[in-house]
């Protein structure tokens, strides 16, 4: 049974930084574009990130430029998330998302994923 296990999330200062790790098993990731997204309490689960099968193409929400890095390690079977000078607001919860396509177009749409990991809370303090 396929499974995304999320792992590095926790508390951090505004200006910190956090490595998010999204392992997979009962899956081979690398024929799959990957992606973050975060859903913060009473909103819509919203995309962060995605990653295409090489890792050759990425693509960001606009929040997410320019401090985010999304990368990924198919030898490993798993996708990162790199998250630099964290704010206040980029506390969340950040789920980790498996796509059935291999390209990055169209991943922000939620009806691209087709396995979703359990989420790891993310906590940013002042």
């Known amino acids: 049974q396929e499974q995304l296990v999320e792992s590095g999330g926790g508390m951090v200062q505004a200006g910190g930084s956090l490595r998010l790790s999204c392992a997979a098993l009962g899956r081979t990731l690398s024929a799959y574009a990957m992606a973050w997204f975060r859903q913060q309490p009473g909103k819509e689960r919203e995309f962060v990130a995605g990653i295409s099968t090489s890792g050759g193409s990425t693509i960001y929400a606009g929040p997410a430029k320019g401090r985010f890095t999304i990368s990924r390690d198919n030898a490993k079977n798993t996708a990162y998330l790199q998250m630099n000078s964290l704010k206040p607001e980029n506390t969340t919860v950040y789920y980790c998302?498996?796509?059935?396509?291999?390209?990055?177009?169209?991943?922000?749409?939620?009806?691209?994923?087709?396995?979703w990991g359990q989420g790891t809370q993310v906590t940013v303090s002042v």
């Open positions: 998302a498996r796509s059935y396509r291999t390209v990055v177009d169209g991943l922000q749409n939620e009806k691209m994923i087709r396995c």
